[in-house]
């Protein structure tokens, strides 16, 4: 089946520093969607985005829908404390299946 | 609005038995997916309910079942659970299903002894 191939497995940083993380799969994609989990609870939409080269910023949070469509980034520019979590990239084929990547954890260091 | 809601939170059972699982999407949500999550394999689909139809499935073994009624809201159940069947259960709701954007709830705990 299709696979979501996300990097890095994971990050620790320095407070105040930007991060950026991908998922890139062989097959194309009409969704994209990012999530953040925090330990013990569900995923939380962090950016939904749904056309190849969409933009989306949230806040401190950049994506981008990669012109492939076989891709896609996160950036978190000034990162905090509470940005620990574990990210998901998913991607949303043509037969509605969402596929997750296997998260990025993130650590910041006060 | 109030959001996706799973009931139990957390559920300790042995192998063997079965289990019952119920997920309480946004209100106005028709369609309900399932996911299995473990340390292993990450975030595995299920399947997805639509309508009170089954629209979508993923890879398990028959054990793993599922319905939705009238108000949209679904139930999961496992039979004959096994030691490996440990994960947390996650369903999430969306407006439209195949194209809309699916937002989560908090999932069960299941530990299988």
């Known amino acids: 089946g299709q696979q979501l191939n996300q990097s890095p497995q994971s990050m620790f940083i320095q407070e105040g520093e930007d991060v950026s993380m991908n998922c890139t799969s062989s097959?194309?994609?009409?969704?994209w969607l990012w999530y953040k989990q925090d330990p013990g609870e569900g995923p939380v939409l962090l950016i939904a985005?749904?056309?190849?080269?969409e933009l989306t910023s949230n806040g401190r949070l950049t994506a981008q829908f990669g012109i492939t469509r076989k891709d896609s980034f996160l950036n978190i520019s000034a990162s905090i404390p509470s940005d620990v979590g574990i990210y998901f990239c998913?991607?949303?084929?043509?037969?509605?299946?969402?596929?997750f990547g296997q998260g990025t954890t993130l650590q910041v260091k006060p | 609005k109030a959001g996706v809601t799973q009931t139990p939170r957390y559920l300790i059972k042995t192998r063997g038995q079965q289990v019952t699982l119920s997920c309480s999407p946004i209100?106005?949500?028709?369609?309900v997916s399932w996911y299995q999550q473990t340390p292993g394999q990450g975030l595995q689909f299920l399947f997805e309910?639509?309508?009170?139809?089954?629209?979508n499935k993923g890879n398990f073994p028959g054990r793993f079942s599922g319905r939705q009624f009238s108000n949209s809201r679904s139930e999961m159940n496992v039979s004959t659970l096994e030691l490996g069947d440990s994960a947390l259960y996650l369903c999430?709701?969306?407006?439209?299903?195949?194209?809309?954007?699916?937002?989560f709830g908090p999932g069960t705990r299941l530990t299988v002894l």
């Open positions: 999430a709701s969306s407006n439209r299903g195949r194209a809309d954007t699916q937002y």
């Open positions: 097959s194309i994609f009409n969704t």
């Open positions: 985005l749904y056309k190849a080269g």
């Open positions: 998913a991607g949303r084929n043509n037969t509605g299946k969402l596929i």
């Open positions: 209100s106005g949500h028709r369609s």
């Open positions: 309910y639509f309508s009170e139809t089954q629209r």
